[in-house]
């Protein structure tokens, strides 16, 4: 039975890493409110570099299918915005 306390604490502890983590869901369009805490509320593709800046370590995007460039692009666009790039944080 004493080795049953310590396996119930560790097994506990995992749930609560696992429930601390959080997911950020995102379409190129976005949808809904935009919070990103579901598909149906999918944060804009526009709004994915600042997300993956701001994100603490832990944090998972679930990416829709699409194009996402970490910076808008017009018809001419120019060497620095054609050479830009996601930039994620460890644990991200």
């Known amino acids: 039975m004493k080795y049953y306390l310590p396996l119930f604490f560790f097994l506990m502890s995992l ?3 696992c429930w601390g983590q959080s997911t950020i869901y995102v379409t190129a369009g976005g949808s809904g409110d935009g ?3 579901s598909w149906s509320n999918a944060l804009a593709g526009s709004q994915l570099a600042s997300a993956v800046n701001a994100a603490p370590a832990g944090t998972s995007f679930w990416i829709g299918a ?3 460039r ?3 692009c017009t018809a001419d666009c120019g060497a620095e ?3 830009a790039t996601f930039r994620v944080a ?3």
């Open 66 to 68: 699409g194009t996402y």
């Open 15 to 17: 749930q609560c890493i």
């Open 35 to 37: 919070s990103g805490s």
């Open 70 to 72: 970490p910076s808008p």
């Open 81 to 83: 915005q054609r050479a």
């Open 90 to 92: 460890p644990g991200v």
